[in-house]
């Protein structure tokens, strides 16, 4: 099962509104606000890479208020 960790920098002031987004996702297993470069930590699953890939860039990078995303696909 493919996996990717997922770096996000949001729009001040809309970090709650960012997780909860991606919290209503499906293949969203973990998300969550840290400090330092950084505002967002996501840990996304699915079936298949494909299938990753299009709820990376079809789901999470359409969510409003983000303004990167940093993807690190897990090798296994």
Not at 22 to 36: C, M, N, P, T, W
Request: aromatic letters at 6%; proline letters at 1%; charged letters at 25%.
């Amino acid at each position: 099962m493919p996996i990717a960790f997922l770096l996000l920098n949001v729009k001040l002031g809309h970090e709650d509104d960012v997780i909860n987004a991606l919290k209503s996702i499906k293949e969203v297993r973990y998300a969550q606000r840290v400090y330092g470069v950084y505002d967002t930590v996501v840990k996304v699953e699915a079936d298949s890479m494909e299938a990753l890939k299009q709820v990376v860039n079809s789901k999470i990078k359409r969510i409003e208020n983000i303004t990167s995303v940093v993807s690190l696909i897990v090798m296994g």
